[in-house]
């Protein structure tokens, strides 16, 4: 009969190790990646029409409307033709809408990019290279379309080149960047750059013709050539100027003052191109009185092209410098709105929203481009809620590119030089941060002042590296200079602060807690430990340089007593030969052996004179130097005996009494050894203190070197010779784990020196030293060390 097993043994299987958590591919985390990348798909799906879609709309038209005449005017400080300052306007702003995280900046033109551009574009593209020679004279002129294409192909190519910058630093999360540059150094930089702007347009304000200087001193240069040209003011340009420049003030102030009855500002700048094109198309400002205008305004999109790759070496610095200014104002607006509104704002998917929009813009023939802070803000005051306000104004620069560009042909320059003028208003306010500044921080008002004169007399790329340099300079000298300070106990609690600012903390008697405002690193090892010998009255360095003296000077009288000691020897030797020498052994008895004649003692000395030369290495010998008294007592000389007499060495001087006991043997060397051990700065009596342990508080250390480990080192041991335990108190794991990597830890310097609060470490040294502990220090705390 055939049995089946209906229970068979399970077929072994392959072991699989699951993956971790972080690396499994889930539709969750799928979506979470795509929507990071595309916020657009998170906030879209969840957009209300009826909620959002109004007030989006007025202000994107609001903004839409800004765009058209600060596109054309900051164009003018690009040194490029109008019409790509609406390029400029339109595309990066669709790119941001697709990634940007925040709601209300608004992207596009703005005055100190358009002046950074335009410093490369000069540079690269002078006038000078574009000049031709007229037809059958001797003059030469500015071959102005070739030269407006080619600073086109330049700014295209850095502005490519930024973007791609900025890209690969938001997908490597260096978002962080931005936060080198500080506020008083963005402010003063910016500052500077409206500085610049102002000097790019006054030759437009007056109607001149100058040349627009590069490099270092660029301003001084320009501003020099304006003034030696101021004679040769065009009248009529400056009429024109003067009129736009106080209608704009006047409606400003007046925009500002009924702001609040309003739902949205008045368009004052829209107002004044048209109102300027109208008049100049009426009056024929351009033939009849030779006033420059903007010119022909093509109409409809320019087909995209390649960026001149060949151009990127050239524009590596300026590209660089773009990029890390853009994100910086973009992402601080961005911010600010963000607090407000109560969102968060991802700053590595803010860096890789601008890179696209200035890379993909770059291809349009756009300039670089970042977040305007007057437009953004009329964005947000005009109920904007989200990025479909920026769609809103792309939809208003797009109709006026292919419909109604032509319709500013006539416009003149001088009144886009004065938009750019009168818009730069709020940058000249921000020289209060002067005044400001001095009163809360002076080291942000130097950092502030040499950002502004660095980029005033440098050029703006080379002004930004100088000032974040010595923004860095000043960290690392705050950081080199900490407050050192020495802690005292607050009665009743288990704090410890600055004794030097708090009158009601005690000192702990016989500790002395040392703090350090600063983490300790190479920069600042050295003035650590100087800090700590002032702060705890203990000159560490020359109290073991006395000691090491001192020791020295007991080495030098012990060989200069060894000396003497042989010499005396050897004068013994030659004198007991006369006189006789009796050896512990053999002579010892017979020397005290009672009623035993002179006649007997000087039989049994000539014997052992006779036998000197026989005696073994090691003999001690024995020489009376005083006769015997009644008593039986005498002074002995112990000789080192060798088998030359005249080698022996005087091993130690004793009067022996009845009942002492004397090792015989050791030498000098091993006599000197050990009473250098014992020498201390105590017995040497130079120094005293009531110090007996030090709690080095490094609560404010969130990292250390090979440096200052080293440091350590040397201050555990240093203050160990004077017999000063050092504790360390308040260490993060981070720096515990550096010191362990670092070799810090050995048999005289374990983990038991750690506490993880001075409270323990103090608690542990007066428990250690067997001191009573102060009754306000008497709590049930427990050591909680490392």
Known sequence: MLTYDLNPDPIPLLSVTPLPPFSRCTVPRLKRSVVGCLPVLYWLPRYSIWDYGMPDLISGISVGIMHLPQGMAYALLASLPPVFGLYTSLYPALVYFFFGTSRHISIGTFAVLSIMVGSVTERLAPDRNFLVMLNGTNLTEVNITARDSYRVQVAAATTV????????????????????????????????????????????????????????????????????????????????????????????????AISARLPVPIPVELITIVAATVISSYTHLNGNYTISVVGEIPSGLAAPRLPDASLFKEVMGDAFALAIVGYAISISLGKTFALKHGYKVDSNQELVALGLSNAVGGFFQCYAVCSSMSRSLIQESTGGKTQMAGMASAVIVLVTVLKLGPLFQELPKAVLAAIVFVNLKGMFKQYYDIITLWRSSKVDLVVWLVTWV?????????????????????????????????????????????????????????????????????????????????????????????????????????????????????????????????????????????????????????????????????????????????????????????????????????????????????????????????????????????????????????????????????????????????????????????????????????????????????????????????????????????
């Open 454 to 786: 660095s980029t005033l007399l440098f050029n703006l790329d080379m002004g930004l590296g100088a000032s974040i340099t010595f923004a860095v300079l000043t960290v690392i000298f705050r950081t080199q200079l900490p407050k050192y300070s020495v802690l005292g106990h607050v009665p009743g609690t288990e704090l410890y602060l600055d004794m030097e600012t708090h009158r009601e903390v005690r000192e702990v008697p016989g500790i002395t807690i040392f703090h350090s405002s600063a983490t300790v690193y190479f920069a600042n090892a050295d003035l650590y430990l100087e800090a700590l010998k002032g702060k705890s009255g203990l000159d560490i360095s020359k109290m073991i340089i006395y000691k090491r003296r001192q020791e020295a000077k007991q080495r030098r009288r012990d060989k200069r007593a060894e000396r003497r000691a042989r010499r005396e020897a050897k004068r013994q030797v030659r004198h007991c030969r006369k006189t006789g020498v009796f050896s512990v052994e053999e002579a010892a008895g017979q020397w005290k052996e009672p009623g035993g004649g002179d006649g007997d003692r000087e039989e049994s000395l000539g014997d052992d004179q006779r036998g000197w030369c026989g005696r073994e290495n090691g003999t001690v010998f024995v020489m009376p130097t005083t006769p015997r008294t009644p008593d039986d007592q005498c002074s002995w000389e112990y000789l080192k005996g060798s088998k030359d007499p005249d080698c022996a060495t005087l091993g130690a001087v004793s009067e022996l009494q009845d009942g002492d006991t004397t090792t015989l043997g050791s030498s000098s060397e091993d006599t000197l050894s050990r009473e250098l051990d014992k020498v201390s700065l105590g017995s040497l009596g130079k120094w005293t203190w009531d110090i007996h342990s030090i709690i080095l508080d490094l609560s404010t250390a969130n990292f250390i070197d090979t440096v200052a480990i080293k440091t350590m080192r040397n201050i555990f041991h240093d203050f160990g010779e004077i017999d000063v335990t050092v504790y360390m108190a308040g260490c993060q794991m981070s720096v515990v784990e550096q010191l362990e990597l670092g070799g810090f830890f050995s048999e005289s310097i374990t983990k038991g020196r750690l506490f993880a609060t001075v409270h323990d470490a103090v608690l542990h040294c007066l428990g250690h030293q067997g001191t009573s502990m102060p009754s306000t220090l008497n709590h049930n705390i427990g050591l909680q060390n490392y």
């Open 161 to 256: 080149l930024g973007g791609l910058i900025q890209v690969v630093l938001g997908l490597v999360k260096f978002g962080f960047v931005g936060t080198y540059l500080s506020e008083p150094l963005v402010r003063a930089y910016t500052t500077a750059a409206a500085a610049h702007a102002v000097v790019a347009v006054i030759a437009q304000l007056f109607g001149l013709s100058t040349t627009r200087f590069s490099g270092p001193l660029s301003l001084v240069y320009t501003l020099v050539e304006v003034c030696s040209k101021l004679p040769q003011t065009h009248l009529p340009t400056l009429a024109v100027s003067g009129v736009s420049m106080v209608f704009l003030i006047a409606a400003k102030e007046i925009n500002s």
